[in-house]
């Protein structure tokens, strides 16, 4: 036992340790990127929808509206109309998720006219990238009305980020530093709750109560991801339905129930799939229909997003930092190591095993229930290869104890062959011949049992059995019969064995004199 625990903690602590430090290594190189993204895609769509936003309502450009107007892009003056509807409507706020850099007529004369007038509108431009010199607002709207609509795309095509600031770019046709959805949200918190943003003593911009953490680039499952600008976790709200959906036409017909309109923020953009304004999600890969989410509805889940957290006090995203990731993945292995080392069957460890996996995923899930992503591929790595370690070792110290029992059973088979072999090589031969000095030699049958126990020593039972009194001195001129079988004859001192020396009867091994052969 002394040297089994021993033994037990160093394999036990030996491969956790090596497991962790591998699937920390695995997971700084980017290798198990992939995996927490797609576990946090899952979990996404696992976790359900909420009911739409009431703050917030969508002016979708469809298909049918591009049809009946007949042309692409719409022109300004339907573009006038469209908000001219939803101001006397009592929108709260409207933004127009349309680029009008240059004037598409007929009609650019009461766009301008309508900007001009009515500060509730926030118009787009988007921002100057690798591909692109950017594309600017419309003319004359100052940097503070504007949104950007630019989104963040990983790698995979997925969105998963909001950004809501971006340091100045002076080069940039985009004059705005600040996201479309932003804008909104924040134009509304102050005109309707009197609330203004800023940054707290920690640099973290903070609405209300709300505080925004930014995105690093190694936080939840992401390594090494961009983190330029001003980064946040997308919370979506719901594949399809984050806000009641109109169409232009119905907005322009009169079809829409003034209390979607009243006292929301409107956004206005396209919907329609021939426009390409569409976007992967983490929906994507659910539901047929939810392949992909138009970008005016990207907006409005940020949108809804930040209201949320300020009005509704919905928590934000949490983190844990990267050195309690490390303990977390390595308190996973060590349950797997020891696992291992206290279930050696393997179908129960498989079973144990698994139990362990689905208290990891519900683990996971609890604290993504409560906004906290936290490794999930990870852990389950370590895990299973730390199990998998540990019982290697083991079968391996098994088989080697076995191998050497086996060697020690075939030395011990040698070592008794070699006794046996010896203990034939001295034991006496089975017939031996008495030769008296004064008498012709006389074969004795040694296939006769064992004297009787009676205190006598054997020439005391030879004389008696010869017919004469071991007390009375015997004359040499006695005639004996020599052709007289002497039944349980023992030898007497002159006895002497064929092929052997002949030994003393008082020199003999106790067995000879007890076997009956002498």
Same mark, same amino acid.
Not at 162 to 182: E, H, I, N, R, Y
Not at 479 to 500: G, K, L, M
């Given at each position: ?5 021993? #033994? ?28 927490? @993204? ?33 042309? #692409? ?108 959805? @932003? ?136 983190? =844990? ?6 303990? #977390? =993945? ?39 229930t409560h906004m906290g992503w936290l490794p999930l591929v990870s852990p389950f790595v370590g895990l299973i290869f730390s199990s998998i370690g540990v019982l290697g070792l083991t079968s391996y110290q098994t088989q080697q104890k076995q191998q050497d029992m086996a060697s ?77 079988? =002497? ?32």
């Amino acid at each position: 036992i002394s040297r089994k625990i021993p #033994w037990g903690v160093m394999t036990v602590l030996g491969v956790s340790l090596g497991v962790t430090g591998l699937v920390l290594g695995a997971k700084n190189l980017g290798w198990l990127e992939t995996g927490e @993204l797609a576990a946090y895609d899952s979990s996404v769509r696992w976790r359900g929808s909420a009911k739409p936003d009431p703050r917030l309502l969508i002016v979708g450009i469809t298909e049918e509206d591009i049809n009946l107007q007949k042309t #692409w892009p719409l022109p300004d003056r339907t573009i006038a109309q469209v908000i001219q509807k939803l101001t006397d409507g009592q929108a709260s706020l409207i933004g127009l998720d349309v680029f009008r850099a240059d004037p598409v007529n007929p009609g650019h004369a009461e766009l301008v006219e309508i900007w001009n007038k009515n500060d509730k509108i926030i118009p787009v431009c988007r921002l100057r990238n690798l591909k692109n010199p950017g594309i600017a607002g419309p003319p004359g709207i100052p940097p503070e009305q504007l949104g950007y609509v630019d989104l963040l795309i990983d790698p995979d095509s997925v969105v998963r980020r909001a950004l809501l600031f971006v340091p100045p770019d002076p080069k940039s046709s985009c004059t705005s530093g600040t996201a479309l959805s @932003l804008q909104l949200a924040q134009e509304y918190l102050f005109r309707k709750h009197n609330l203004q943003g800023q940054f707290d003593s920690k640099q973290q911009f903070q609405l209300g109560s709300a505080h925004f953490k930014p995105l690093s680039g190694n936080d939840g499952g992401y390594h090494q991801a961009e983190a330029g600008g001003y980064q946040i976790l997308l919370n979506y709200r719901s594949p399809n339905t984050v806000a009641p959906i109109v169409s232009v036409t119905d907005v322009l017909k009169g079809r829409v129930d003034p209390k979607l309109i009243k006292d929301r923020i409107v956004l206005i953009g396209s919907t329609a799939s021939s426009l390409k304004d569409e976007f992967i999600t983490p929906y994507s890969a659910g539901k047929p229909e939810d392949v992909v989410m138009p970008g005016v509805m990207l907006h409005a889940q940020i949108t809804s997003q930040i209201l949320s957290a300020v009005l509704d006090k919905q928590p934000l995203w949490w983190f =844990i930092p990267e050195w309690m990731e490390g303990l #977390w =993945i390595g308190g996973w292995c060590l349950t797997g190591s020891l696992l291992a080392w206290y279930v050696r069957h393997p179908v129960r460890l498989l079973i144990v095993t698994g139990g362990a996996a689905i208290l990891l995923v519900g683990g996971f899930a609890i604290a993504f229930t409560h906004m906290g992503w936290l490794p999930l591929v990870s852990p389950f790595v370590g895990l299973i290869f730390s199990s998998i370690g540990v019982l290697g070792l083991t079968s391996y110290q098994t088989q080697q104890k076995q191998q050497d029992m086996a060697s020690l059973a075939s030395s011990q088979d040698e070592i008794i062959a070699e006794l046996k072999q010896l203990l034939r090589q001295t034991a006496p031969t089975t017939v031996a011949t008495v030769v008296q000095s004064d008498r012709p030699s006389t074969t004795i049958d040694r296939r006769t049992q064992q004297y009787p126990k009676r205190g006598l020593d054997p020439t005391t039972q030879i004389d008696r059995r010869r017919g004469l009194d071991p007390t009375v001195k015997q004359d040499s001129s006695t005639e004996i019969d020599p052709n007289r079988t =002497i039944p349980y004859q023992q030898p007497n001192p002159t006895f002497q064995q064929a092929q052997t020396p002949t030994p003393s009867i008082t020199s003999m091994p106790p067995n000879y004199l007890l076997d009956g052969r002498y």
